[in-house]
């Protein structure tokens, strides 16, 4: 049976197609800066969104059709692996992503839960081999339950944080059973609500101890993917640790974890914390810490998550600059943590919106390989920084440079001269590569 019977696979056909049902600019084989626009893209559906959530907001009900619904949850589960990779297939991504919960429906007991999760992911292993769809990441859901009230990893409650070790232990478990490329950790409620009943110096403590135990266990099981943490500034915390990169990457460094995680960066995200995605990525890659991105887009006007289908050019040109700067996106993938928006509630809806973003990130890939070849940015940066080139800057660089040599050159060469950045002129030639 077809879940999706209106819809074939969706094809390219080019900028001028006006069929809704076909990329007009995703063209899977089609050799960007020497490569296939699919390995660059490594394009990825997230479960819970496209899946699993059903179009509630905080003020209405349910409004999504979906027809693999039923009044059993664990026949819905199944239904839907059947559903997901109709629909990964006819999309033509190569990656999913799921957390726990998203699955298989949790049962009255952790054991029955696992059973349940053992049931589907045996379903999924399956369709895998079947397809050829690979999982990029799964993760464990540690903020929906009640119990993670005051956090998992940083909870008050120590039988918690015992909870979510054997959660996690389980989709370590999972992850490796399905082949996932990635393991990632969104902190979602690890966060506080106010500082007058934290202990924050405990709590960061003890994610830091969570994710040494969840390091040890992959290795001792040998699941060997690149584990992620994902920053979100606020909610559902009003503060939530893993705030931006530079923060997390602190957290990383301060507890000796930089050199088992990367980072999972997303759009919106950034945005919530006040950077641009561009500004997280560039972080990321300082670090030498770019993992993978979560793309969506957030609303400027709006001060939550709204994770939107990302559909605005300019922000995913600069996102696609960035991982282009970084030699890619690795082992990583552009994962859609995006929904679709409560009134596009049809099935059909679910392939319009992926259409949407695919072909965004195809232009903005495109857009940021001719900037590439065009050595736009490259040469703008390199004239900028010239001085550390040559003379008394290479020497800087080169660490030959003290306070005497420097204090004994700057009373030789006082006479400044700066030369201007001409960025009005950079950003209207930026918009001549948006096409
Ligand atoms: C929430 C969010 C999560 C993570 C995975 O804002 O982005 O869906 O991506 O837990
Ligand atoms: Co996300």
Request: hydrophobic share 40%; glycine share 8%.
């Amino acid at each position: 049976m077809s879940y999706f019977p209106n819809v074939n696979k969706i094809e390219f056909e080019g900028a001028k197609s006006d069929n809704p049902f076909a990329f007009r600019h995703y063209n899977a084989d089609e050799i960007v800066l020497g490569k296939p626009m699919k390995e660059h893209l490594r394009f990825a559906v997230a479960y819970w969104h496209t899946l699993t959530q059903d179009g509630s907001d905080p003020f209405g009900m349910a409004t999504n059709q979906r027809t693999w619904l039923t009044n059993d949850p664990l026949e819905t589960a199944k239904n839907r692996v059947e559903a997901g990779f109709e629909f990964f297939t006819k999309l033509g991504v190569p990656f999913y992503c799921f957390h726990d919960v998203d699955i298989a429906p949790e049962g009255a007991s952790l054991a029955e839960s696992f059973k349940n999760q053992d049931v589907i992911v045996k379903l999924l292993k399956e369709q895998q081999e079947a397809t050829g769809v690979k999982l990029l990441w799964n993760t464990a859901n540690m903020f929906s339950n009640p119990r993670y009230v005051h956090g998992a990893a940083s909870t008050s409650n120590a039988d918690v944080f015992a909870y979510a070790a054997a959660q996690v232990k389980k989709a370590l478990e999972v992850g490796k059973e399905l082949g996932g490329e990635n393991y990632v950790f969104w902190g979602g409620r690890e966060g506080y609500e106010s500082l007058l009943n934290t202990d924050m110096g405990l709590e960061q403590d003890n994610i830091a101890r969570f994710f040494h135990m969840a390091k040890d266990y992959a290795r001792e099981i040998g699941f060997d993917a690149q584990f992620l943490i994902e920053p979100k500034p606020k909610e559902p915390s009003k503060h939530q640790y893993d705030f931006d990169a530079a923060t997390t990457m602190a957290f990383l460094q301060k507890y000796d974890l930089a050199k088992g995680f990367k980072l999972n960066l997303e759009a919106n995200h950034a945005t919530l914390a006040g950077h641009t995605f561009d500004h997280e990525l560039n972080v990321a890659r300082c670090y030498g810490a770019l993992g993978s991105i979560d793309a969506n887009q957030g609303d400027l006007l709006l001060g939550w998550d709204t994770d939107e289908f990302p559909t605005d050019l300019y922000a995913v040109t600069l996102a696609m600059h960035q991982i282009l700067e970084n030699g890619g996106i690795g082992r990583g993938g552009v994962n859609f943590d995006a929904k679709v928006r409560r009134a596009s509630f049809e099935m059909d809806d679910l392939f319009l919106a992926h259409i949407a973003g695919m072909d965004t990130f195809a232009r903005g890939l495109k857009a940021a390989a001719r900037m590439k070849e065009a050595g736009f940015l490259d040469n703008l940066v390199a004239d900028r920084y010239a001085s550390f080139k040559t003379g008394v800057g290479a020497d800087i660089v080169a660490g030959k440079m003290d306070f005497h040599s420097l204090s004994k050159y700057a009373m030789e060469n006082d006479q400044i001269t700066n030369t201007s950045t001409r960025l009005e002129f950079v950003k209207s030639r930026l918009n001549d590569f948006l096409f």
